[in-house]
């Protein structure tokens, strides 16, 4: 194909007023305009449908949210979260809140429309509930929590009385209790489990659990500390798996996932006999860093401080295995997501490895991770989940990361969570308190969303008010028009005045813009907004602006800097312009009228003195159709100027 001369130019003149205005963002909407830093960032069609729950750890909000990361549903409570929240078959949310410094210590059962059916205090000065629970089949509750030992307490079980800060006069080891509730408030202990019976140590020979640590992966050594602190375990997260009956435990400072028998007495968990394992409450199985009993090196280390250790659920991808967040750590500075197949038997059993052997496997099943590894790093809190599809949720939860990936590893949906300590963020803005401990997707047939109010609203981040494409109709009314005004508006769902003011000469009148579906303006609420200015005069010049006040108290005017710059109308005299005549010289079209129309579109240039001038393709708008139009005419031979 050959271009003459005016081809070529009009090719060339397209193609940069293109380039222009996508690079400076003229030609795309308000919301793609502003620079994306919250919210949605990815939803492909490969992504598990479904809602997505979360608790942000500064917020006293509990959010559900749609696939396109608009508010489905919220709880709100009088405490910030300390972990979990979970939505029950039945439609409540089971959450942990964080009544004293440091710890949780509450759990709530809140229906569907926040009212508390359910609480349970398991704080006070020896014994404190943290982090992670589990809602079991009967309804009772698994509680991960911290007990009191004194520095005596300690030494007397074999503690080395170096590995305490000076500052530290006790331990606090983990236990686990399963809560029976008593509705409203309360519930009776029926079984537990302490790690205090599970002890073993080569450091005093004089104490009844000394032995060698290596013959004893049944047993946790409390000489084996990453860290000198009370809390030199850090356990974050507790499962149970109904088939096994059995509970895992993930413990972040030495970096070990256990897996301990659930079917025993609470006397048979404090021996180490008894239950369908036969070893009481005794470790059945531990992996992720064989140092912590004497079997392995650092090289053997594959988990590094790690979060959420979970079965996948049978009928899912890789059922039966271990799923939990590798946080990453020391020399190892990014995350992965590991999938584990323990050595597990049919019976239930885990064979324990030869002497000196750690447990197997020796490396995970799967891994997620990123290219560059340090791309995905979240060096605390986090988890991950897989869903029905196959697909992996992930948390990367420092940084209020959701994403869910394929088995490929391919991202198919992605979000960042925009609520901190301040509430929402705006777009466009970073926040930097938005945490948030573990996240979960529920599919739309899951019980509990089922004869639910699942309507969408807005999105949880704020956008700044944007005003856009504000237009008069007729672009020349007649004595007898009435004169409508409309303008799209965004703004931060939360809009409390718009307004516009126009002025025939002295001082300005208001009238209302609606998005109501009755001014003119399109759909209730479609951010199209609208009023109707009463007919003026033939020959009256009409200056107006806009101004929009959200619930912040911020007010946003267009064009910017009123009254010094308006828009205008004219209601007709009688003389008839020339159609194209945009600079309003009253010569002919010429390249000067292309030059005034680009400068007014896209630069911020004073608009055309009359202007239906500029309408030069006759729709009744004036929009980037024209600018085509006029090049075509000008340098390809098209059509001429059509204004009505």
């Known amino acids: ?39 949605l960032f990815r939803y492909d069609s490969a992504a598990f449908d479904g809602y997505t729950l979360f608790a942000p750890l500064h917020s006293t909000t509990t959010f559900l949210i749609d696939m396109y990361g608009r508010r489905v549903h919220a709880w709100e409570a009088e405490y910030i979260p300390n972990g979990c929240a979970y939505l029950l078959e039945n439609g409540h949310l089971m959450r942990s809140s964080r009544v004293v410094p440091g710890g949780g210590g509450l759990i709530r059962e809140i229906d569907w429309d926040g009212t508390v059916l359910w609480e349970f205090n398991y704080f006070d000065s ?34 080395d009385s170096l590995l305490f800060e000076s500052e530290i006069v006790e331990v606090w080891p983990e236990h686990v209790v399963e809560v029976e509730p008593i509705y409203p408030s309360g519930g009776n202990i029926v079984w537990e489990w302490h790690l205090w019976d599970h002890l073993i140590q080569d450091y005093d020979s004089t104490k009844a659990n000394y032995g060698v640590v290596a013959d004893h992966p049944e047993l946790v050594d409390i000489n084996f500390a990453i860290s000198d602190g009370h809390d030199w375990l850090h356990a974050n997260a507790v499962d149970y798996n109904p088939q096994l009956d059995q509970i895992i435990i993930s413990c972040r400072q030495i970096s070990q996932f256990w897996i301990i028998d659930h079917s025993t007495t609470t006397e048979e968990a404090a021996s180490h006999s008894g239950g369908n394992s036969g070893m009481g409450g005794d470790i059945l199985y531990r992996w992720g860093n064989p140092q912590g009993y004497d079997r392995g090196t650092e090289e053997d280390q594959k988990l590094y401080l790690q979060h959420d250790a979970q079965w996948i659920t049978p009928g899912l991808q890789g059922e039966g295995r271990i799923l939990l967040y590798n946080n990453g750590g020391k020399d190892r500075l990014h995350s992965t997501v590991d999938e584990i197949e323990t050595t597990v038997d049919v019976n239930g059993h885990y064979p324990q490895p030869a002497p000196g052997e750690a447990h ?5 099943s799967w891994v997620y991770g990123a290219d560059p590894a ?6 605390i809190l986090s988890g991950a989940s897989r869903l029905a599809n196959g697909n992996t949720l992930i948390c990367a939860g420092i940084h209020g990361w959701f994403f869910e990936v394929t088995s490929d590893g391919e991202k198919v949906w992605e979000y960042i969570n925009p609520v901190g300590v301040d509430g929402p963020g705006a777009q466009g803005d970073t926040v930097a308190t938005n945490r948030v401990f573990r996240c979960f997707r529920y599919a739309p047939d899951y019980p509990g969303l089922q ?9 949880l981040e704020l956008y700044p008010t944007n005003i856009s494409s504000t237009a008069h109709f007729p672009l020349v009314p007649a004595q007898d028009d009435s004169i409508v005004i409309s303008s799209w508006i965004v703004a931060d769902s939360q809009i409390q005045t718009a307004e516009l003011h126009y002025s025939i000469g002295s001082g300005y009148s208001t009238l209302t813009l609606y998005d109501d579906g ?4 399109s759909l209730t609420g479609d951010g199209l907004f609208a009023a109707v200015i009463p007919p003026l005069l033939n020959s009256t010049g009409c ?6 006040t959200d619930n912040a108290g911020s007010i946003t005017t267009d064009p910017p800097n009123p009254p010094t710059t308006t828009y205008f109308v004219a209601v007709e005299s009688g003389a008839i312009p020339i159609c194209g005549d945009i600079d309003g010289d009253g010569h002919d079209v010429n390249i000067s009228d ?35 139009y006029l090049v075509d005419f000008m340098f390809g031979g098209g059509p001429a100027p059509i204004c009505l």
Do not use: C
């Open 1 to 39: 194909m050959k271009l003459n001369i005016a081809q070529l130019f009009k090719m060339l003149f397209m193609l940069a007023v293109l380039s222009i205005g996508l690079s400076s963002g003229w030609l795309v909407s308000p919301l793609q305009a502003q620079e994306q830093t919250l919210g």
């Open 126 to 159: 020896t014994v404190r509930q943290h982090h992670d629970f589990e809602v079991l089949p009967s309804g009772n509750v698994l509680l991960l929590a911290w007990e009191f030992k004194s520095k005596p307490e300690a030494i007397a079980a074999g503690r």
């Open 360 to 364: 197997g496997p020796a490396a995970a």
């Open 374 to 379: 340090d791309e995905f790093y979240s060096t």
């Open 451 to 459: 004869g639910r109010d699942l309507t969408p609203g807005g999105p």
């Open 518 to 521: 009755n001014h003119h303006d």
């Open 543 to 548: 200056t107006y602006y806009l101004s929009v």
């Open 594 to 628: 292309l030059v005034f129309l680009v400068d007014w579109m896209f630069t911020g240039g004073p608009p055309p003195p009359v202007l239906e001038a500029a309408d030069v393709d006759g729709t009744g708008a004036i929009d980037i159709a024209d600018l085509v």
